[in-house]
């Protein structure tokens, strides 16, 4: 959904479009994630309530106060609320710097970069797993994905535990007390910071970034 896509400064839509697009993560995790309640739409509400355009630094070429309202798009998230899977439709600002021409999707965290489902769904798909205490059909099927989605999320993350041993001053080798210590770190926004700044990707993305992301700290 687009609702409006004006034109700023000497820059027409036809020209801005031929610049690449780049995100601005807001990360407002800032505590451990086992202490966040809400739910991702709730956060996502949240902090786009809270985004001030006329302070926003555009990533690419640093001007201040520059950003404007470029459009509006719709992205699917999936979170796992009340024992079932709940999708949410998120209406996902770009804005467009006049200085450079460029566009940006502010895309809060614990939304992943084209991924569907959040991060906190995620992590609860892989805790189950890594438990063992039921079978992949019988998790597969409350959580409605497929086997084969299972296992890329689990071959994901154990290559990010990879990155991610030279950013926490110990790991546990085990899976499920891998997840129980990331769960626990505080806060979690720092973690998420480093590990973007290290591979510029963020955690649990699995597609590669077209460029190279800026990240902005929120209050959650």
Not at 33 to 60: G, Q, W, Y
Not at 135 to 162: G, N
């Amino acid at each position: 959904m687009q609702d409006h896509c004006p034109n700023y400064g000497c820059l027409s839509i036809k020209q801005s479009a031929k610049h690449c697009t780049v995100m601005i993560r807001k990360n407002l995790l800032n505590c451990n994630l086992i202490r966040i309640k809400s739910s991702t739409k709730d956060l996502f509400d949240s902090c786009m309530a809270s985004f001030n355009i006329h302070s926003e630094e555009c990533p690419l070429c640093h001007r201040r106060g520059d950003c404007h309202v470029h459009c509006y798009y719709v992205r699917f998230v999936v979170d796992f609320i009340g024992g079932r899977p709940v999708f949410h439709n998120l209406k996902v600002l770009r804005v467009i710097c006049a200085c450079c021409g460029h566009t940006h999707a502010i895309l809060p965290a614990p939304i992943i970069p084209y991924g569907t489902y959040s991060l906190f769904f995620i992590l609860r798909v892989l805790a189950e797993y890594f438990m063992r205490v039921r079978s992949v059909a019988s998790l597969c099927d409350t959580f409605c994905i497929s086997p084969p989605q299972l296992y890329r999320w689990v071959k994901l993350y154990q290559e990010h535990r990879r990155e991610w041993q030279g950013l926490l001053k110990s790991i546990t080798q085990d899976s499920l007390k891998s997840i129980k210590e990331l769960v626990c770190i505080s806060p979690f926004s720092s973690f998420a910071d480093t590990f973007l700044q290290k591979t510029t990707m963020s955690f649990m993305q699995s597609h590669r970034n077209p460029t190279h992301l800026r990240r902005n700290s929120s209050s959650p």
